[in-house]
């Protein structure tokens, strides 16, 4: 394993841990602020918003940099204001220190995916990027759980300790296991951002935003699905949960093979499909446990599998400007999470139920898979007037 990879991944689980463990402490941040629920949500909206406005700037900033320098100072950043939201003793406080601690989230996941793309041996570039986002999901199986327990049983500063103690190590493995690396961006930010200019990246960013979405329609429901329909106790709440990122973890993993075995668009498109498939099935055998806890396992595969051919459409797609673009990729994601919640909040407001969600998820994995289709449909016209001009 490439220990530049292993710095990549450390800082993956930082961010998904920050990133996640928020959801499982929000009523212990709340009830120490002295604040109400839909308050404290506040917070995971700061952070969502400084991932979306961090991910083009400091990408932009970070461009005249060498790439292992740029990715040194955005985890010093993030390690700087996640241990302040430690100590943060007001609402207005902890909201700031969150929307700075988001700010490099998506620069990192999109500068990291190009750099492991370069660290990989050819043919292996998605496995590379998979590898990186496998620290984001094994946050899912360990750091958040762990960050959640802390937070419960002791005090909800104790996990955002943890996280800054996660980006030390990591600012240390980017320090001394990381190779020189070139400019991020050698000819410049105006130059770079010219790319945004092409059809086919913003089909690749709306493909994010809503096939994604539809994980996030299921997630983000899926502790009231899980004890209002299915009947576990709130005990077991946090063991499905695992389970889900164990899944991730897994599914991660086999998107970088599919990556590489087929065209990035080809296995979103494939896995995109899948995950359809697993959102209806959901939607039906949600009262049977024991097939809600393997539907748990594999639909939490097949959305996470999808991140790394995604993200290495994206790199493909922005010849001579990945990294920005694969940062503006990280913004989308974010967006894809609010955009399937609100979504999937709907048909709830409205009385279908803690079921309705999937259906809503499936719709929009659906378009997902319509919008694949529509970037091949490009390509081969593309292909084809190239072809006639020659």
């Not at 990186?132 to 094994?138: C, E, H």
């Not at 104790?158 to 961006?185: H, Q």
Request: charge should be positive; charged fraction near 10%; aromatic fraction near 10%.
């Amino acid at each position: 394993m490439n220990k530049g990879l292993v710095a990549l991944a450390i800082g993956g689980f930082g961010i998904g841990m920050t990133e996640f463990v928020i959801m499982g402490i929000l009523p212990d941040v709340a009830t120490a602020l002295d604040i109400s629920i839909p308050q404290a949500g506040h917070f995971i909206s700061a952070y969502a918003l400084g991932v979306v406005i961090g991910a083009p700037l400091l990408t932009g900033i970070g461009g005249k940099w060498p790439a292992h320098k740029t990715l040194l100072f955005l985890m010093l950043w993030f390690t700087v204001f996640n241990s302040l939201s430690a100590f943060a003793n007001s609402y207005h406080l902890l909201l700031i220190s969150r929307f700075l601690s988001g700010l490099p989230h998506g620069a990192f996941f999109g500068i990291g995916a190009v750099v492991a793309s370069k660290l990989a041996k050819p043919g292996k570039e998605a496995r590379a990027i998979a590898t990186m986002f496998t620290g984001l999901t094994l946050a899912n199986v360990i750091g958040v759980p762990l960050g959640t327990y802390f937070g419960h049983n002791f005090s909800w500063n104790v996990a955002f300790m943890l996280v800054g103690i996660v980006g030390i190590c990591a600012i240390l493995g980017i320090k001394f296991w990381m190779p020189e690396l070139p400019k991020s961006s050698p000819d410049g930010i105006v130059k770079d951002f010219k790319v945004l200019k092409k059809l086919e990246l913003w089909m690749v960013i709306l493909l994010t935003t809503i096939g994604t979405g539809g994980f996030f329609a299921w997630y983000s429901y899926i502790t009231p699905l899980l004890t209002e329909v299915s009947g576990f106790d709130n005990d077991m709440v946090i063991f499905i949960l695992m389970l889900a990122g164990l899944g991730m973890t897994c599914g991660n993993v086999l998107g970088g093979k599919l990556a590489d075995t087929f065209s990035p668009i080809k296995a979103t498109a494939i896995l995109l499909s899948a995950m359809t498939l697993c959102l209806i099935t959901i939607s039906l055998i949600a009262p049977i446990q024991w097939a809600m806890l393997l539907m748990v396992f594999v639909t939490g595969a097949f959305a996470f599998s999808t991140a790394p051919s995604i993200q290495m459409l994206m790199i493909k797609s922005a010849k001579e400007s990945e990294m920005l673009a694969s940062s503006v990729n990280q913004a989308a994601f974010n967006i894809a999470n609010a955009v399937g919640a609100y979504l999937g909040g709907l048909p709830i407001a409205a009385g279908y139920g803690y079921t309705a969600p999937e259906l809503v998820g499936a719709c929009l994995a659906f378009g997902g898979i319509l919008l694949s289709i529509s970037v091949m449909l490009l390509r081969k016209k593309r292909a084809k007037l190239t072809a006639q001009q020659a």
